[in-house]
């Protein structure tokens, strides 16, 4: 090759080495700009979220005191979620066990998912209630579950939870974590999709221990079986 030929291929090489490097610093820039928006919009549907629940939960408060009032027994709606958490290990357990513990994605000890609240979720619950325990909770320990243990299940890899991997699984049906959290809280159609994006919670054994014999129901002393709300009290002991 002359040495015109090599100059003119080195001026075309370095052009398209100068195009690449300037589409790559155009696109880091566009997601700079992306994160940021994603950050102002986090910190509104938290405000908006938060508000609407304390709203929720003061109006749930005076309809108790109303009933109370006229001596009328008031039976709250249960939430649309529940929290489960495996508590022992599959040591001697039936297949049957172990096949329900792995469809609920409870295939560790310390392991915790978020259940929808349905009768066959309920069924599949029951059939393991003495490897896990279980019970509701409130949308600020979603929340704080979340935003702590969070972690996205992208491609059948675990990763990083952000709103940016949020934003794009969902297509944006779904544009920051505040409102994947909203969507599991309300049990909106997107339920599923947004619980099963979230990698099963990997937990630290309780603060100060499980308190009893985990292996016994919480109704004798243990830890295993149905919490209902006092759950929260366990998976915050897990959480710190």
Request: aromatic share 8%; net charge positive; charged share 35%.
């Amino acid at each position: 090759m002359s040495t015109r030929g090599m100059t003119e291929a080195n001026e075309k090489r370095l052009a398209y080495e100068a195009k690449l490097e300037k589409m790559k610093e155009e696109a880091q820039r566009e997601f700079e700009e992306r994160v940021e928006r994603n950050k102002v919009l986090l910190k509104q549907k938290v405000e908006e979220y938060t508000q609407q629940y304390e709203n929720e939960k003061k109006a749930e408060e005076e309809k108790i005191k109303e009933y109370s009032s006229k001596n009328i027994f008031y039976a709250p709606k249960e939430p649309e979620f529940m929290l489960c958490v495996r508590v022992k290990g599959t040591n001697k357990v039936t297949p049957k066990v172990k096949k329900t513990l792995q469809l609920l994605r409870l295939t560790k000890p310390n392991h915790c998912v978020i259940l929808r609240n349905t009768l066959p979720i309920r069924k599949m619950v029951q059939k393991v209630k003495s490897y896990v325990a279980f019970g509701f909770s409130d949308y600020k320990l979603v929340r704080e579950l979340v935003y702590k243990r969070g972690m996205a299940k992208v491609n059948g890899a675990r990763n990083t939870l952000t709103n940016e991997a949020v934003e794009d699984h969902f297509g944006g049906e779904i544009k920051c974590v505040e409102e994947l959290v909203y969507q599991i809280v309300k049990g909106t159609d997107l339920f599923k999709k947004a619980a099963n994006f979230l990698w099963p919670f990997t937990l630290q054994p309780p603060r100060k221990g499980f308190g009893g014999r985990k292996i016994k129901d919480v109704v004798e002393g243990g830890s295993t079986g149905n919490h209902g709300f006092m759950i929260g009290d366990l998976i915050r002991r897990m959480i710190e």
